[in-house]
Each structure stands twice: as C-alpha cells, then as structure tokens.
C-alpha cells in the first residue's frame, strides 16, 4: 500500500473532523438528533445493542 | 433547545438555582466534533443548600408544577431529558465558578471553559473520556497555559501524560 496514500487519508480525516468541530452548535444539535435517530434504529435491528437507559429517546425539538 | 435554555434560565431567574453550567457531552461538543447522546448535564449551583438530604427538592417541585415529567435522574423539558448536578469536587466547582456566558439559540446561557472539560476528562478517566479527551488535543484550539496550569493544581499531570505520551 502506497504510504502516501494512507497519510492522505489520515489528513483528509483530521481536516473533516476539525471542520466539523467548528460549525455552529446550533447545527451540532440538528446532527446529535439525527445520530440519535440513526443509533435508536440501529438498536432495534441489532437485538445484541443494549439500550437499558429510558432516557434514550429521539429529542422532540423540532 | 431554545425553550429548555428559557426554562432553566427561568430557575435562577425564580432564585431556584444560583448558578449553572452546561456540562457533560454537550459541553464538550460545543467545541469538539457532536456525536450521539441523550442528555443535558447542568452543574448547578443550588440557592437552599440547607436542605442536603433533597438539594433538588425546589427544581423538582418546579419541574412538578410545569408539567415537566422526571425521567430516571433527569426532568424533561421541552423534549430533551435535563439532568442536575451539584458540583461534586473542588475541580468542578472551579469548573463552574469560571463557566464562560455564551448565547445560544439566542439565548443566554453558561457553559464549562474547555480547559475544565478535559480536566474533568482526565478526572474521570473511563475509556470513552480518553477518546473525548484526544478530539480536545486535535479538534480545539484551548489555552494550554491553563489548561497546564489547573491539571498540576488538581494533580492530574501524571493522567496527562499517560494518556497523551507527552
């Protein structure tokens, strides 16, 4: 595997995940909601997830 | 969101609490990359410190009386399950007594500088606090004069160095 390759992966990574630091926290929250969305779903197919926390639950905010 | 910030704002505003920071992971994804979770931690300062066997014994007759049901250790308000904490040691006292003002959704709100965060990261030093503490070192731009400083106060350097190899 070119090495070059990967290390252009890893800084491609890097530079995504600090863009994604910096948007305004009121977008965060639109991306948390989905995540929980996508997580919730996620568990009811995969019976192996635990979900033993009531409070998990897709916040109603929008 | 912008309603639960109204709320809990409402409860210094009633006297309920004397102070409060957001803390917990949505603290920390203020300034670090979200990902998922379920709850909002409030570091409160409580105004009726008096009564120590039930210090939330006012935000849960308030909570009560607005029609906000309580969920596990959390109340729910506005849809997002809300859950108080009273500064549990000297670092997150600190923590809270140095909690910056910032506005969002439009409204005023506090929450936890992030040089507190990664200590209290460093503090509780369970796996996915590492994993936290390591987007901190590359995803925020924080004071590390400070950061440095408050981790020797609360002898968390050694923690520091363990887990960055510094």
């Known amino acids: 595997m070119d090495k070059n390759y990967i290390s252009h ?5 890097t530079h995504y995940h600090k863009t994604s ?9 639109k991306v948390i909601v989905k995540l929980q969305q996508i997580e919730l779903e996620m568990m009811k197919k995969n019976k192996t997830r635990k979900n033993s926390n009531r409070f998990r639950k897709v916040w109603q905010i929008y | ?54 210090p939330f014994a006012k ?9 906000y049901p309580p969920l596990e250790e959390h109340i729910v308000i506005y849809g997002i399950p809300v859950q108080f904490l009273l500064a549990y040691n000297d670092l997150v006292k600190e923590a809270l007594d140095k909690s910056e003002e910032i506005v969002l959704f439009d409204e005023k709100t506090y929450i936890l500088k992030p040089e507190y965060l990664m200590a209290i990261l460093l503090q509780t030093d369970r796996l996915s606090d ?19 400083e408050i981790i020797e106060r609360f002898n968390l350097s050694g923690v520091y160095k363990r887990i960055s190899g510094v």
């Open chain 1, 9 to 13: 992966i890893a800084e491609s990574k």
């Open chain 1, 21 to 29: 630091a910096k948007m305004p926290y009121e977008e965060k929250i």
């Open chain 2, 1 to 54: 969101m912008k309603k639960t910030l109204q709320k809990i704002n409402e409860l210094m505003d009633l006297g309920i609490i004397k102070k409060y920071a957001i803390a917990g992971g949505m603290a920390q994804f203020y300034y670090i990359e979200p990902s998922v979770t379920y709850d909002l931690d409030l570091l409160v300062n409580i105004a009726e410190e008096e009564n120590t066997l039930n």
């Open chain 2, 59 to 67: 935000i849960y007759e308030w909570a009560q009386s607005n029609g």
């Open chain 2, 130 to 148: 590492k994993e936290r503490f390591a987007k901190f070192l590359s995803e925020v731009d924080y004071d590390n004069n400070s950061f440095l």
